[in-house]
């Protein structure tokens, strides 16, 4: 006896969520199972998750194609050394305050490229993160264009241990790293996240179906700079030194997230996760050839988006139709084997 | 019923404080397992903007290693792993790297090399982490300074050696005054580490020039790789300018020099510290990389050898000359001395596991080497605890057959150091 069902899960997802929960769990706890070296490499894999994660978010399903989210990164970064520097609070209070900042200035700023379309939009906004690099390159008071170090007096008094201050560094990267993935996947599923897809498969079509596009794409590319800017000042809080060239590099922070989410696979949840880890397991093997390796990068980024526009996750589910986190609906039949 | 809440919540705190206390343990009980090897993390720009820095690297380790072989530390041999990684040229790499080298290496002397945006983050991560740490190739201001050092306190865990403002100041200033041209010189300052330390009225240039009777055109600080040095070189024009300094990275001056040539101006004397350093970028501005004028840290003729192998400067940079079939350039001096140091630090320490007894041992260094005297314990070359001033001197480029080379015209500042020439004007 077969019915038909109208699901979003799927046999797959239905035990992808669970241990995706376990996973997260799990890494909460590597204080205590993983050496220093190992909470430094899962942060930094976090840190790049949560950024390509939300670069996803606006590129692979608002159709917002930013290159300029470093501008963001940047400024989280600066907030957290006026924080540390002149206020003299805990540095991780400066995460909260680069969000609240990060998406307080991305309202002028979007009100600005979004006039903008396609390649001016990405143009756009990479010229806005320049303005940004140049702007706090003649800010004297934190450092100017040679750069600031973090008092280290400032990073004990956060913790004495130094294994306490990576574990709060690590947990603060941890909760970022999978709550935009958690973010971007609930968002997805909400009434926005419809919306959303709509705009993503034919803006023209689904204006004509009522919905506010302009403000959907605001409210997306504002929650995505406040989480951006947070990142921003977890990163500089692990690298203790800002200058605007560090800061504001667009090929520490957009380039290789845009290499991330492409060869993982854009306007996919799965994506952005399998182009992260690859990028990472490419890195510790491969970092030492020096040059060779940002050539091997390049090489294998042509190839994938030749062999699979759709990036890594695209050709398996084009194969198989897998999908561990599933924001469509589709028709199942229950009774047989689903 | 409330009681055992409470005494439930208490039990709680304890276990969640205990619970919070354990990656401490764990961590002080996987230290103790230390191993026998003594692991030098070694961080220079080998690829990058900057890469000329540390194009020598590749022959140094090579020879440092087969050096290393015969390390004794309390009359026991030690084994020395020397682990080096590339920067990328990139602040941001090169504090990722250091962290590696510190948390997954487990190094136990950290040595970084070649300006500010290497040396900083490096030494960064290392007063944090509290592991010894070494660096060169920067001029100490913006290493000190720019690390927010506080001149009467210091850091506890990173030492540096090279020359300073002053140490340059000096020199270009008397180059400039034996060359007899008018006392009117003209700025290149842009807005990174280095430019905005040579422009610092106080710490920089402008002060001493003005006290020697020198007029400085500074037109402001300008980003890198700009493209248009038009409104400079009309300011140089309009006051007169027959001298040219600053502080640029390769590029930068060569967008410069083209530009003042296609615009007319001349200067007689154009001495750029950082932008001139290397052959290959004398060689890339053709005729016209004739004459110009530089700072010299080290060079074949620098009456100093290696307390490492023995071998004299002239001898280290033919060899270089030998095996790569390049010339020599500047940086091979001091990151050579770097493992120099490390190696006489190898030798003195009383307990090389222990990262105290190692940053004992490198502040109580005192030791001749290839760039000159080291040592850091506060005697006038120490112009802050962490700091130690090499030898300058500076000199021209001159055509000497179908090639240039730099030559020493100007000792004023270490006159055991032989010059090897004149300077002449370049117009």
């Known amino acids: 006896m077969s019915t038909l069902h109208v699901t979003r899960s799927t046999p797959l997802s239905r035990i992808a969520l669970p241990l995706a929960a376990l996973l997260v769990l799990l890494l909460a706890a590597a204080p205590w199972w993983a050496s220093t070296a190992t909470l430094r490499l899962i942060g930094e894999i976090m840190i790049y998750l949560s950024l390509a994660s939300l670069w996803n978010l606006l590129a692979g399903y608002t159709g917002l194609v930013s290159v300029g989210q470093h501008a963001f990164v940047g400024l989280g970064g600066y907030i957290l050394f006026t924080v540390a520097l002149y206020l003299g609070w805990n540095p991780l209070l400066a995460i909260p305050l680069a969000g609240i900042t990060a998406a307080l200035i991305a309202v002028p700023v979007a009100r600005l490229v979004f006039r903008l379309n396609g390649a001016y939009f990405a143009i756009g906004t990479w010229v806005v993160a320049e303005v940004f690099r140049l702007s706090f390159a003649q800010i004297s008071s934190l450092g100017g264009g040679s750069g600031s170090s973090l008092p280290i007096g400032i990073m004990k008094a956060m913790a004495e241990s130094k294994a306490m201050r990576e574990s709060l560094i690590y947990w603060a990267a941890l909760a970022l790293g999978t709550g935009s993935v958690v973010f971007v996947y609930l968002l997805l599923r909400s009434r926005i996240g419809l919306a959303l897809t709509a705009i993503r498969d034919n803006e023209t079509a689904s204006s004509s179906l009522g919905i506010t596009i302009p403000r959907i794409k605001l409210a997306v590319y504002v929650g995505v700079a406040a989480v951006t800017g947070m990142v921003g000042a977890l990163i500089f809080l692990q690298k203790l030194r800002i200058a605007p060239d560090a800061a504001f590099s667009a090929s520490d922070w957009t380039v290789l997230v845009i290499f991330m989410v492409v060869i993982g696979g854009i306007g996919t949840i799965e994506g952005p996760i399998i182009g992260t880890l690859l990028f990472f397991v490419l890195r510790e093997f491969l970092a030492d050839l020096g040059t060779l390796y940002l050539m091997i990068l390049g090489a294998l980024a042509i190839l994938i988006m030749m062999a699979s526009p759709k990036g890594l996750w695209g050709l398996v589910t084009s194969r198989t139709g897998l999908s561990l986190f599933p924001v469509g609906y589709r028709v199942e039949t229950r009774g047989d084997q689903g | ?427």
């Open chain 2, 1 to 427: 019923m409330s009681k055992i809440i409470m005494l439930n919540r208490r039990q709680i705190l304890t276990g969640a404080g205990a619970l919070l206390a354990a990656p401490a343990l764990l961590r002080a009980t996987r230290a103790s397992a230390a191993d026998a090897t003594f692991k030098i993390g070694y961080v220079s720009p080998t690829t990058g903007p900057i890469a000329g820095f540390g194009e020598a690297d590749g022959f140094i380790l090579e020879g440092v290693r087969k050096a290393f072989a015969g390390l004794t530390n309390n009359g026991k041999p030690v084994q020395v792993e020397i682990i080096a990684k590339d920067s990328q040229s990139s602040s941001n790499r090169a504090a990722e790297v250091a962290t590696e080298l510190i948390e997954k290496d487990g190094v136990n002397l950290l040595l970084a090399s070649a300006t500010p945006d290497t040396a900083n983050p490096v030494a960064d991560q290392a007063e944090l982490n509290e592991i010894p740490c070494i660096t060169s190739i920067a001029p100490w201001q913006p290493y000190f300074f720019g690390r927010n050092g506080d001149p009467a306190k210091g850091f506890n865990w990173t030492y540096h050696f090279f020359w300073g403002l002053e140490d340059v100041i000096g020199n270009f200033i008397s180059l400039w005054d034996k060359s007899g041209v008018a006392k009117k010189v003209g700025g290149l300052f842009p807005n990174d580490a280095d430019g905005n330390a040579w422009g610092d009225p106080k710490l920089g240039f402008p002060g001493p020039l003005e006290k020697a009777g020198y007029a400085l055109t500074d037109p402001g600080r300008f980003q890198l790789m700009n493209a248009d040095f038009s409104s400079q070189i009309a300011a140089f024009k309009a006051a007169g300018v027959e001298i040219v300094t600053g502080v640029t990275i390769p590029p930068d001056f060569a967008t410069f020099w083209s530009q003042a040539g296609q615009q007319g101006f001349k200067p007689k004397v154009v001495t750029v510290g950082k932008a001139l350093l290397f052959p290959s970028v004398i060689e890339s501005l053709g005729e016209r990389g004739d004459g110009l004028s530089s700072e010299i840290w080290w060079s074949p003729s620098h009456p100093f050898s290696s307390s490492l192998t023995g071998e004299s400067s002239r001898q280290i940079a033919d060899g270089y000359t030998k095996t790569t079939g390049k010339p020599w350039t500047q940086p091979i001096g001091f990151n050579h001395a770097l493992f120099e140091i490390a190696a006489d630090v190898i030798k003195r320490a009383a307990d090389l596991t222990d990262p105290k007894a190692v940053i004992d041992a490198v502040a109580a260094t005192d030791l001749k080497t290839l760039v000159g005297p080291i040592s850091w314990k506060g005697g006038p070359a120490n112009p802050v605890k962490n700091v130690v001033r090499t030898p300058l001197v500076s000199g021209q480029w001159q055509k000497q057959g179908d090639k240039v080379e730099l030559v020493i015209t100007n000792n004023s500042q270490y006159p055991s150091i032989p010059v090897g020439g004149e300077l002449k004007l370049l117009s």
